[in-house]
């Protein structure tokens, strides 16, 4: 088995929706969006995935993933990554989502035995630092290096997973069926192919208010089905 399979063989593995980083419990606003009536369908789903979703990822969580994948392991050089990461996210519903699937992965990585996961948890567990550390890009940059994928192919796996996790809100929200939520994604692999063959912004930065503010406006004081 030659290195490039057994790479493309844990890329489907991590990027499968199956595999348990807690993503399914967030919607990156999603649910104040339908519940407010302003994403009814899935031509209001797609303006939302293509802009608002995807962008925030290709200028923001992308940079912060490139840049941990050259960490290569390296726990000083993630910790201050992570503390940038931190500094840069202004949507505080969005910044915990972040943070708790990075660490829901990183803690998942850990257990399974990826390299150099175990060491970044242990790391970053003291009290000062969960609030600071472990983003989700983060993360993504560490175990892609870790389970030798190129940072292209870790760059796919993380556009993969948010796209995802979007889409399967939207269906469990009863705004998508399942053919409909395949038709979305065929119609998005078109801009996430662009996305990853056009170079990340030398600066992370993201503005994607509608999204951004939905999360921030959900209604904590009726039941929900996400956290976001």
Do not use: K
């Not at 990156?28 to 519940?35: H, M």
């Not at 035995?113 to 009290?127: D, K, Q």
């Not at 939520?181 to 600066?203: D, G, K, R």
């Amino acid at each position: 088995m030659t290195g490039e399979t057994y790479a493309l063989i844990r890329l489907l593995q991590v990027s499968d929706s199956a595999f348990p980083s807690g993503a399914f419990a967030f919607s990156s606003g999603l649910e104040t969006l339908v519940n407010e009536g302003r994403a009814r369908n899935a031509a209001d789903i797609r303006a939302v995935l293509t802009g608002q979703i995807l962008p925030r990822w290709a200028s923001f969580d992308r940079p912060f993933l490139q840049a941990a994948h050259a960490a290569g392991g390296d726990i000083a050089r993630l910790a201050g990554i992570d503390a940038r990461c931190h500094a840069q996210n202004s949507a505080d519903r969005l910044a915990e989502a972040a943070r708790r699937i990075g660490r829901s992965l990183l803690s998942v990585h850990a257990r399974i035995g990826t390299p150099g996961a175990a060491e970044y948890r242990a790391a970053i567990n003291a009290p000062r630092l969960r609030e600071m550390t472990g983003y989700e890009p983060v993360v993504q940059g560490l175990v892609g290096s870790g389970l030798g994928l190129s940072v292209a192919q870790t760059e796919l796996s993380g556009l993969h997973t948010v796209t995802m996790g979007f889409v399967s809100a939207a269906v469990r929200l009863g705004r998508l069926g399942a053919i409909e939520a395949q038709a979305l994604l065929a119609a998005a692999s078109a801009q996430m192919a662009e996305i990853l063959e056009t170079p990340a912004p030398a600066h992370p930065g993201a503005f994607s208010p509608f999204a951004e503010i939905a999360a921030l406006r959900r209604n904590t004081a009726h039941a929900s089905l996400f956290a976001t």
